[in-house]
């Protein structure tokens, strides 16, 4: 079932008008989930606000009758400087999951980034679409995990896989906690509540099969619900991880590889030398350290540590087209972004999601023309003011 008519869409002008149709979509506890970062989120909060600091100051008497807001982001062209974001469990949100998010992204020729703790399988979402699709991996203790999710990624035809490296353990998500999201979910009759005001999603969710971690059901023997899943995740990330097991991915997958997570110039300076396609800037959206930085923040220093020898991709905070034109003037080839085609998924799967395209693919031609720039590529620190 799906009860979103496309004209409630059509009046969602931004994406937090999308936020607002998915909190009165998703169970709270859900919402929560997607929406909230680590402790006092202060780090979620200023991943948004960074951008202010900065002003976009238009050029005129340019000839904008031809806009480009296309690209090209490891080795693919793009229509837009858009990627989507890893993001594990999306069918939590809507049953669709990826069966959205993928064909929504393919349709928009922006690359998806598929989660390793994703709700449909490498395989699945190989088929699901023609467009760009990477692979978000992490270094497993058990280095078989690596190896098999690699090849599984070559076979179904990914073109980029991207290495997570901020996740030793999960943040300290207090909404979560608060809210009692925990695996297995324990039916208290506050979630229960929660859930039946949201009928439509309460409906899909009983009428279709648990969502759980597809890539790795059929590796663990025994009980495979997502609760034990989840803690075998947790207990496979590496603790110890180093560049030497970069190193090792990078020769394994023999492919474009952006390294994700990186806030440090020395971190990115190295990325850049060992040969890494892409850092992508980013503080996984402020839910695993809090205070961390805001990735808009450290993206002038990261870029000058690059210096041109690998693309680099900000990630975090993004909800508006004059933020990606901000991250472009700073240096960032194109931005990723978690949580807004996710609201797009709560609001209206596919349909909603696609919404979210529109909407910053249509602010950013539109932002685009009045700053008096004809073609992304031309964006840089001429179109920029920063306040402090
Ligand atoms: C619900 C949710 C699940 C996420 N799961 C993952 C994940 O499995 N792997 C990963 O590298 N990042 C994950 N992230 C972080 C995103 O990839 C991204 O860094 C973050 O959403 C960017 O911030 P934004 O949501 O403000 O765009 C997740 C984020 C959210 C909101």
Known sequence: ??????????????????????????????????????EDEVALRRSRSG????????????????????????????????????????KLFHHTGEESLVPAAGKHNIPYTLSSASSTSIEGVGNLSSGPK??????????????????????AGF??????????????????????LAMPLKMTPTIAFDMLRKPAWLYNALTHPLPTLANLVDRVEGDTSAADLSRYTEEQLDKAISWDDAAEMKEQWGGPLG??????????????????????VSNHGGR??????????VLPEIAEAVDGRCQIILDGGVRRGTDVLKALCLGATA??????????????GQAGVERAMEILKGEIHRDLMILGCADVKDLGPQFLRRID
């Open 335 to 348: 931005c990723m972004a978690g949580r807004p085609y996710l609201f797009g998924l709560g609001a209206g």
């Open 51 to 90: 951008f202010d600091r900065y002003q976009l100051v238009p050029h005129n008497f340019v000839d904008v009758s031809k806009i480009n807001i296309s690209t090209e982001v490891m080795g693919r062209k793009i229509d837009a400087p858009l990627i989507v974001s890893p993001t594990g469990l999306p």
């Open 1 to 38: 079932m799906d009860s979103t008519p496309s004209k409630v869409l059509a009046k969602c002008h931004n994406i937090d008008d999308l936020r607002s149709l998915a909190q009165r979509k998703v169970p709270k506890l859900l919402f929560d989930f997607m929406d909230g970062g680590a």
């Open 288 to 297: 695993q350290l809090d205070h961390s930085p805001a990735p808009i923040d």
């Open 259 to 280: 390294i994700k997570g990186v806030l440090r110039a020395e971190d990115a300076d190295r990325a850049a030398e060992m040969g890494f396609d892409s850092v992508i």
């Open 134 to 155: 990477w692979f978000q991996i992490y270094v497993w203790k058990d280095r078989a995990i690596v190896r098999d999710f690699i090849e599984r990624c070559k076979g």
């Open 159 to 180: 073109s980029a896989l991207c290495l997570t490296i901020d996740v030793p353990i999960t943040g300290n998500r207090e909404r979560d906690v608060r809210n009692g």
